[in-house]
């Protein structure tokens, strides 16, 4: 089982890969609100990106109405757009990721599934035309949910045996959507096929297991995971990031492990137990958002300090580096959501 002792040191720093640096081969329905943004000057062309590649993926999701998708052309050039941004830090558009949507969920899932495999490709240290087949894969990974009933992906209790059975079917409807689909490979069709797939043989459609399952794959399943778990749904409240990397390093069992253990790590480094976008409270009791992370040293991000430590707003952001401040550290991260709603939580522990 994966632990996050396999991943940090005890300073919070990253330990390194057993491989070095060579590059791989290949409840109640949940408030629809938004948290507030980031606090960076200019977020405009990121925005722009995320708006089209919803566009997109809503588009592709409808055209399965016609029993196919001809082209992925459009999804490459945002794909390469992204990996662009993403090359170069891509904090703002790692934030609109981190960020819960109105709207339907799915579509805003596949956009930020893919903006994060490729965030993490980087991180393996995948060439750029890689990170962009990544990145589309991600993008269309569950159009197949499109022939799934609506009420079965929205559902708020449990699903039965034959409504489950149903779901998992998701990933043969959408590579039988994308063959011969121009533009797609046997690479990125893997990479759909196998995102659910678990390597001790417990995921779907197919039950594959260790070696059988593809690179590709299982990164993205990783960072499905990961995304879901950090964005509300219609059964549940969502976890916040650090929830969510220790529900993936400690619950999920034998289902990723071995070369996971290598994904997981990148998953660590490049988004960070308290990624961009995320509230945490310090020690003090300030409250503040993180805006980058230290590669080297995840637990201590640079933080924009917006509350003190009563809860009410600071006349002005602070901005704080806690790689350089021996005497603050991160106490907790927060739902700034429910935070807004009692300022009672400043005195939990």
């Given at each position: ?64 109405e ?6 992925i ?67 269309i ?6 022939k ?39 690479t ?31 990164t ?22 650090d ?56 637990l ?17 952001i ?6 350089q ?11 700034i ?13």
């Amino acid at each position: 089982m994966v632990r996050l002792s396999d991943v940090l040191g005890p300073d919070g720093s990253l330990k390194p890969s057993s491989k070095g640096t060579e590059k791989a081969p290949q409840g109640k329905t949940a408030p629809q609100e938004t948290i507030p943004p980031l606090a960076e000057p200019e977020r405009g062309e990121a925005s722009l990106i995320y708006q089209e590649a919803i566009e997109w993926v809503t588009k592709k999701f409808k055209e399965t109405e016609s029993g196919s998708i001809a082209e992925i052309s459009g999804g490459m050039e945002i794909a390469g757009k992204m990996v662009k941004i993403l090359t170069g830090g891509g904090e703002s558009l790692l934030t609109l990721a981190a960020t819960p949507k109105e709207g339907y969920h799915l579509y805003s899932h596949c956009v930020n599934v893919s903006i994060l495999s490729i965030k993490v490709g980087l991180g393996l240290h995948y060439r750029p035309q890689e990170l962009i087949q990544l990145g589309v894969a991600a993008l269309i990974h569950d159009v197949g949910m499109a022939k799934v009933p609506r009420e079965l992906v929205e559902k708020r209790g449990g699903l039965s045996e034959e409504e489950l059975a149903i779901v998992k079917k998701h990933p043969i409807y959408t590579v039988e959507l994308l063959e011969g689909t121009k533009g797609l490979d046997r690479t990125m069709l893997d990479a759909i096929l196998h995102e659910h797939e678990r390597i001790d043989g417990t995921g779907y459609p197919a039950g594959l297991q260790g070696e059988q399952l593809s690179e590709f794959g299982s990164t993205i399943a990783i960072v499905d995971v990961y995304e879901a778990l950090t964005h509300p749904r219609p059964y549940r409240k969502r976890y916040t990031q650090d929830e969510a990397m220790k529900m993936i390093a400690y619950s999920m069992g034998n289902q990723f492990k071995g070369e996971h253990v290598r994904i997981l790590k990148a998953l660590v480094k490049e988004l960070s137990i308290y990624p961009v976008g995320s509230f945490i409270q310090l020690n003090t009791k300030e409250i503040g958002q993180v805006v980058r992370v230290n590669k080297n040293f995840p637990l201590l991000p640079v933080i924009d300090v917006w509350l003190d430590a009563s809860g009410d707003r600071l006349p002005e952001i602070k901005r704080v580096n806690l790689a350089q401040e021996p005497l603050l550290h991160i106490k907790k991260s927060v739902d700034i959501l429910e935070a807004a709603k009692d300022k009672t939580w400043l005195n939990t522990t």
